[in-house]
């Protein structure tokens, strides 16, 4: 009997314990998501950096940065495109714009951190956003990945951000301040695989193993390094429209700035939030098989996508005999 009584008293003791632990897990949760004050952005410095900010959620962040009063160095790899959203900020906000062109799929990566360097020598860079991505445009087996597309990929996602942050650390290293957020994914975080869109996923997940670590190397000097995690969000990249989960960047991006300069590893978005905390609760083979049935009704749709395109531009290309 007094055996029982001890193991239902231990129980009972360990019960208590997770119920507590969960519920203060809870409660920082609602502390972060909602009522701890943003940082005070200018403090890093008066200008923040941003890559991928000609479209999607890079764009709308150097609108957001703008509107906090920063001034913007943006990066991008398309002269007119770059110039036509410095021009758009610099109407709405009036905040001071400079522009860098790179494209990272094309240029070395010692040539990047040069470009930076430069573009970046005598500015109050307190801020870099790396928000440049490349992804697959539909699902597809390993195998069936174009050399180009792979090359752009590793060369983006990984190389590119890696050779940029190398160029502006030091700066920040000088000044004792500064943050740097990396934009990554809920592929990898959130999820224990993302098949058939594989290369991309690695290379988010080797931007969540370079920023956590980066971010202990250099907190001691006053530089707060993190990685934001989006699931989904509506751009010219992920293609879905607008809906419960998936935000517009400009909401999207709103929920980013509130974290900048906090944890390590952060999910911005309150519903992207919600809806990884039930991911998590699915058992892994389960949420594999889905995922893996998911895109390969992805990859069939593109592919049919693609045979049309082709059916449509070899007619284009017909002479009337063979018509
Ligand atoms: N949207 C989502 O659902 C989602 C989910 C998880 C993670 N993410 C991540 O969030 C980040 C932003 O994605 P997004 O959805 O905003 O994508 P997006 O709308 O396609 O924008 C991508 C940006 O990266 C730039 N870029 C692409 N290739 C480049 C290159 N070779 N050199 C320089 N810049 C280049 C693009 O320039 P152009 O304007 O010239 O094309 C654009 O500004 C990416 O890192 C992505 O992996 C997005």
């Known amino acids: 009997m007094e055996c029982v009584d001890f193991f239902l ?49 890079g764009k709308a962040m150097a609108f957001e940065l703008a509107s906090k009063g920063l001034n913007l160095l943006l990066v991008g790899r398309n002269p007119q495109k770059v110039e036509a959203t410095s021009n758009e900020i610099r109407e709405k906000h009036g905040v001071e714009i400079k522009f860098v062109v790179i494209d990272m799929q094309k240029v070395d990566g010692k040539e990047i951190t040069k470009r930076v360097e430069e573009a970046i020598d005598g500015l109050d860079v307190g801020l870099l956003v790396n928000g440049a991505g490349l992804a697959y445009p539909y699902a597809k087996f390993f195998h069936e990945v174009d050399k180009e597309l792979m090359d752009g990929i590793i060369k983006v996602n990984l190389e590119g951000l890696t050779w940029i942050t190398k160029a502006v650390v030091p ?60 699931l ?20 999207y ?54 045979s049309k395109v082709l059916r449509i531009k070899n007619k284009g290309n017909c002479s009337p005999s063979c018509k």
């Open 232 to 251: 989904y969000v509506s751009t010219k990249m992920s293609k879905m429209k607008r809906s419960i989960f998936v935000p517009s960047s400009e909401t």
């Open 9 to 57: 008293e231990i129980t009972a003791t360990i019960g208590f314990i997770c119920v507590c632990k969960a519920v203060i897990k809870f409660l920082k949760w609602v502390w972060m998501m909602f009522l701890r004050p943003p940082k005070q952005l200018k403090e890093y410095g008066s200008w923040a950096m941003i890559t991928g900010s000609t479209d999607g959620i």
């Open 253 to 306: 991006s709103k929920a980013c700035l509130r974290w900048i300069g906090y944890e390590k590893m952060v999910v911005p978005y309150l519903l992207h939030s919600l809806q990884g905390f039930l991911l998590r609760a699915i058992p892994e083979p389960s949420l594999d098989s889905y995922m893996l049935n998911y895109f390969l009704q992805s990859r069939k749709r593109g592919l049919l996508k693609d």
């Open 171 to 230: 700066t920040m290293i000088k000044k004792k301040k500064g943050a740097i957020v990396n934009i990554g994914s809920g592929s990898t975080v959130v999820l224990p695989s993302y098949p058939l869109v594989s290369l991309y996923a690695a290379t988010k997940a080797y931007l969540a193993m370079f920023s956590r670590c980066i971010n202990l190397e250099y907190k001691d000097q006053g530089i707060d390094i993190q990685i934001q995690v989006p």
